[in-house]
């Protein structure tokens, strides 16, 4: 055998050592070592607050706790995604939203304080939010179809309340105007919860909106939901009836929420947030919690996280061109 000096052999186990100790040390230390922040761009809550509340409720020990949820409102969640693509890509600055910031905004918005393809790349899936077509206790009508033919008969008489221009909540209430044939007028607003608000004074007539923001004043009597926009009945809701069903075959537009971080964030804390998402929205606790809520848990892969957004940018662009939406 070699034959080696003792003191080179103890040189390079001590040099070995240092190096095992140093790399512990940073596995010890790791991700993440102070709080994260998941910013939501809409008012507090709305749906997408809802859900990255309820997620970072649930943040397991490897997380510590350290997971905070920042709201900034404004510019119909721009203001909040511009922040973030901004931010540095190391993991702290993450971003919940509904897909509609990712696929319609750039195809309203001549410009955009941000750019989804070079600044910012998609995480994880949260959920999926059926909207629910509410109105105002004034509003006589009780059904889709009385809604309609009140409609027809009084142009530009009904204002509908959203979460904003450019929203889901504003094209999903588009569709329903082509589909349905009739004109009535947009009320945009910061945030769902302000919507609501309004509709419950009676200063609007209806909204569409996130079953979470209106399901306690349905319950009470004090609002009416006519319709989902989903393709099945909601669990939340079983007693009404999809619009689809209700003399509009076809029409569908839901809100989905993903999270997504700055652009460069390291593939190790993207892929921490997959399992951790995964983890807390596979529980059967998240099933029903959410349910009540009418919000359903949604698993997807990054690539699934892509197509479904073209798919969804399809959509869209059609309901753009159809009913003229064009904003500055």
């Given at each position: 055998g070699m034959?080696?000096?003792?003191?080179?052999?103890?040189?390079?186990?001590?040099?070995?050592?240092?190096?095992?100790?140093?790399?512990?040390?940073?596995?010890?230390?790791?991700?993440p070592d102070h709080p994260v922040r998941i910013i939501d761009g809409y008012s507090a809550g709305g749906g997408t607050d809802y859900v990255a509340r309820y997620l970072a409720s649930k943040m397991d020990a490897d997380f510590g706790g350290r997971v905070i949820v920042e709201n900034r409102p404004g510019a119909s969640g721009q203001i909040g995604m511009s922040y973030v693509a901004k931010s540095k890509p190391d993991g702290y600055t993450l971003m919940v939203i509904p897909n509609e910031l990712w696929?319609?905004?750039?195809?309203?918005?001549?410009r955009l304080p941000f750019n989804v393809d070079r600044e910012l790349t998609p995480v994880a899936t949260l959920a999926d939010i059926p909207l629910v077509l509410t109105v105002s206790a004034k509003v006589a009508a009780k059904t889709v179809p009385e809604l309609i033919a009140y409609a027809k008969a009084n142009p530009d008489k009904l204002t509908f309340g959203t979460a904003g221009a450019g929203t889901t909540h504003h094209l999903a209430a588009e569709l329903f105007k082509t589909m349905a044939k009739v004109d009535?007028?947009?009320?945009?607003?910061?945030?769902?919860?302000?919507?609501?608000?309004?509709?419950?004074?009676?200063q609007i007539d209806m909204v569409f909106s996130p079953i979470t923001a209106v399901l306690q004043h349905i319950k009470s009597g004090k609002l009416k939901a006519l319709g989902v926009t989903t393709k099945k009945r909601v669990s939340a809701l079983p007693d009404t009836p999809t619009i689809a069903e209700s003399g509009l075959p076809g029409y569908e537009g839901s809100v989905w929420v993903f999270l997504v971080a700055p652009n460069g964030t390291p593939n190790e804390v993207i892929e921490k947030w997959i399992a951790q998402a995964k983890k807390v929205f596979s529980t059967e606790e998240a099933r029903k919690i959410l349910a009540v809520q009418g919000v359903e848990p949604l698993s997807l892969?990054?690539?699934?996280?892509?197509?479904?957004?073209?798919?969804?940018?399809?959509?869209?662009?059609?309901?753009?061109?159809?009913?003229?939406?064009?904003?500055?």
């Open positions: 034959c080696m000096h003792p003191m080179i052999q103890k040189t390079l186990f001590l040099l070995c050592a240092g190096i095992l100790a140093a790399t512990q040390a940073t596995a010890a230390d790791p991700y696929s319609v905004a750039p195809l309203l918005y001549k009535m007028v947009h009320v945009p607003y910061k945030g769902t919860s302000l919507a609501v608000n309004d509709l419950l004074a009676g892969t990054r690539d699934e996280i892509k197509q479904r957004n073209k798919e969804d940018s399809a959509r869209w662009e059609k309901v753009i061109n159809d009913a003229k939406i064009s904003i500055e």
